[in-house]
């Protein structure tokens, strides 16, 4: 029991990962034509702190918004929402009122206000993103959120790419980064071997991305393939019917039939030009997998996703 809170307590700590402005304005630039006329509720932002809150305040004209809600939480404690709107005159006026609660994002008045609101946009809690996604899902939500890239794999995040409910965003390659990793602030207490300086704020790296479902230009770019197929280059798996790609740029451009390439294909992936037939370990039977893995020579791969290209050569894939 005592380890189980630890746990949890340890959890909550490493959920306290704060976005910074550039990589929220780096990524919600290329959804501008969204916001027009709409609601944007942040179910997991201190106003207070939340950088999230801070774009949409400044961006609030420029965006056309016609409301911000924001939820502050505190675990222990009944706190308050902020709310930004336009008045009868046009002026924009901004509401400090007490929740009856803690401000939970699970509970009822939590989600009364997501119910009002068009588009949801935050980085909740890593440690509760699958409860989060299938509480947007479940409520039909339109979003913008932040989660930590092995969430793509989770089984119960994974179907959704399948089914083209939800998709990576932009993830430009510019705002605070570290290699592939993007920068939180931490707080002074937090401490970890993967914390680093930048702008005079202490970081945190984070592998994550920005999941979303709504549109996006990138979304419907097609990959250029241009490198022919060969066996000796492209070997086939020895527990799955589907060749090895090793690298999304190389997916060749006159193999029509399954594939499997890395995670990061996710970030290129355009649906008029692949179909997403699965992931490795939830496709494959498991008593063929290699260590939970496809294989090539009995040596398995790192996660692959399993693709198709939907233009078959006798145009049945269309
Ligand atoms: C990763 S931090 C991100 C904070 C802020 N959204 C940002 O991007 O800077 C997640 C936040 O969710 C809050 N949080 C934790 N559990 C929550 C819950 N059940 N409901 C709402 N917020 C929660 C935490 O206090 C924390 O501030």
Not at 28 to 53: A, I, M
Not at 259 to 285: A, N, S
């Amino acid at each position: 029991m005592a380890n189980a809170s630890l746990r949890q307590a340890r959890k909550a700590k490493n959920d306290e990962f704060y976005t910074q402005l550039t990589d929220i304005s780096a990524e919600l630039y290329h959804y501008r034509q969204h916001f027009q006329g709409k609601s944007v509720f942040l179910n997991c932002d201190d106003p207070e702190e939340s950088n999230f809150w801070r774009y949409f305040q400044l961006n609030f004209d420029d965006l056309g918004l016609t409301r911000l809600v924001s939820t502050h939480y505190h675990p222990t404690e009944r706190t308050y929402k902020l709310v930004m709107e336009r008045d009868e005159d046009g002026n924009i006026t901004t509401t400090k009122t007490p929740l009856e609660g803690n401000g939970d994002f699970r509970s009822a008045e939590c989600i009364e206000l997501l119910d009002e609101a068009d588009i949801i946009t935050t980085n909740p809690p890593f440690s509760l993103f699958r409860e989060y996604v299938a509480l947007l899902m479940e409520h039909k939500k339109k979003f913008i959120i932040i989660g930590n890239q092995n969430a793509i794999t989770y089984k119960e995040i994974f179907p959704l790419f399948m089914s083209n409910e939800l998709w990576l965003g932009v993830n430009p390659r510019s705002g605070t980064r570290k290699g592939n990793n993007l920068l939180f602030a931490v707080p002074d207490t937090y401490d970890s071997k993967f914390i680093v300086e930048y702008n005079g704020v202490r970081c945190m790296q984070v592998s994550a991305k920005w999941f979303t479902n709504l549109d996006i230009d990138k979304r419907h770019q097609p990959l250029t393939l241009w490198k022919d197929y060969d066996p000796e280059e492209y070997p086939h798996y020895d527990n799955y019917d589907a060749i090895e790609v090793s690298k999304s740029d190389e997916i060749p451009v006159d193999y029509f039939g399954v594939m499997g390439v890395p995670i990061t294909f996710l970030d290129k992936y355009c649906p008029e030009q692949f179909h997403i037939i699965g992931l490795d370990r939830y496709t494959v039977p498991k008593e063929f997998l290699v260590g939970g893995r496809v294989a090539v020579n009995g040596k398995p791969k790192y996660a692959r996703v399993l693709i198709q290209r939907v233009d078959q050569p006798d145009g049945q894939g269309e």
